[in-house]
């Protein structure tokens, strides 16, 4: 069963770094992460992997194959991980910017974090811009629940926890648990 495992984390690698390279991308630091589910960089960007991170999660609920989208999707766009990070199922990071996330954090199933709108607000022009476009920072040994959505421009300060299903529309300060829609700091944890 490990030989198993072990076989099909490395096939997922080599599966992620095709892929990255077929879109002009790249994924550095695949060497030193496990995979037990499919992680598509699919953007023409730089995805870095901070080491003895871990993406998908048996025991976690899964939707299809769960797979782990690490989209930076522009040339100039970055998605750093940093160190020791767990992932779960069916997470989707997008940048045109940059996300930037520190070590030790958490993220939970079918996590959204996205650096831009994507769209317009004015009706005339949402078909053709990208709306706003504006980093996003995650700090170190975050927690971020289950069906979390960090949207554009959202820092997240160091050891804070995001309850599961929130909008995090604004930044929120470190030593923090925020929840709800929009998010709001509901406990310190200092
Ligand atoms: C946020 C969380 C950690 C609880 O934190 P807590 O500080 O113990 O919060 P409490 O349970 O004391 O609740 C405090 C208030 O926040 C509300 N609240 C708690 N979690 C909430 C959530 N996810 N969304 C909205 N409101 C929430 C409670 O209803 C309560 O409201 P009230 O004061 O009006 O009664 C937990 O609710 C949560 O969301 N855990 C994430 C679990 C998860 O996703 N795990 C799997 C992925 S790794």
Request: net charge positive; proline share 4%; with cysteine.
């Amino acid at each position: 069963m490990a030989l198993l495992s072990r076989i099909r984390g490395k096939w997922l690698k080599f599966a992620c770094s095709r892929t990255a390279r077929s879109r002009g991308g790249a994924v550095a630091g695949l060497n030193k992460v496990s995979l037990s589910v499919p992680i598509v960089a699919d953007g023409k960007g730089q995805v870095i992997l901070g080491a003895r991170s871990s993406f998908g999660c048996r025991d976690a609920p899964i939707c299809g194959n769960g797979h782990i989208r690490l989209q930076a999707r522009t040339a100039t766009a970055r998605i750093q991980i940093g160190e020791q990070c767990a992932f779960s199922n069916n997470v989707t990071l997008c940048a045109l910017n940059s996300i930037v996330m520190g070590n030790a954090c958490l993220i939970g199933e079918m996590v959204t974090i996205m650096d831009a709108d994507h769209h317009e607000l004015s009706p005339r022009d949402r078909w053709t811009g990208s709306g706003r476009i504006a980093p996003v920072v995650i700090g170190d040994n975050v927690w971020i629940g289950s069906r979390v959505i960090i949207l554009a421009g959202v820092t997240i300060g160091a050891n804070s926890v995001i309850g599961a299903g929130a909008v995090v529309t604004k930044s929120i300060p470190p030593d923090t648990v925020a929840a709800g829609n929009p998010a709001r700091p509901i406990r310190s944890l200092v």
